[in-house]
């Protein structure tokens, strides 16, 4: 069974930085899109960035210059390093698996929560 394991999540000040990790098979990860989304309470799941198989990436516009995405083929896993953390930050954060095409299904981590916070 696919799954998706992530963790680094936690309690940061603002301005602080923090980076988590998302694991998966050899099989997901070499040709799907895998990307990080959150949702904050009352708000919907939005996409924060994503990366391909081929390392294109592209970001939300509220954390360009701020979060880079990155994947090590060799461990199978995607990152989200957060740098000059900020209050609206704060968000469960979900790692997500793209399926490539029509036909395969995606895949969602559990969720690891992050808290901005003085």
């Known amino acids: 069974q696919v799954q998706l394991v992530e963790s680094g999540g936690g309690l940061v000040q603002p301005g602080g930085s923090l980076r988590l990790s998302c694991a998966t098979s050899r099989s997901i990860f070499s040709i799907y899109t895998m990307g990080w989304y959150r949702q904050a309470p009352g708000k919907q799941r939005e996409l924060v960035a994503a990366i391909t198989s081929g390392g294109s990436t592209r970001y939300a516009d509220s954390v360009k210059g701020r979060f880079i995405i990155s994947r090590d083929n060799a461990k199978n896993t995607v990152y989200l390093q957060m740098n000059s953390l900020k209050p609206e930050d704060t968000a469960v954060y979900y790692c997500?698996?793209?399926?490539?095409?029509?036909?395969?299904?995606?895949?969602w981590g559990q969720g690891t929560q992050v808290t901005v916070s003085s």
């Open positions: 997500n698996g793209d399926p490539p095409r029509v036909g395969l299904r995606g895949y």
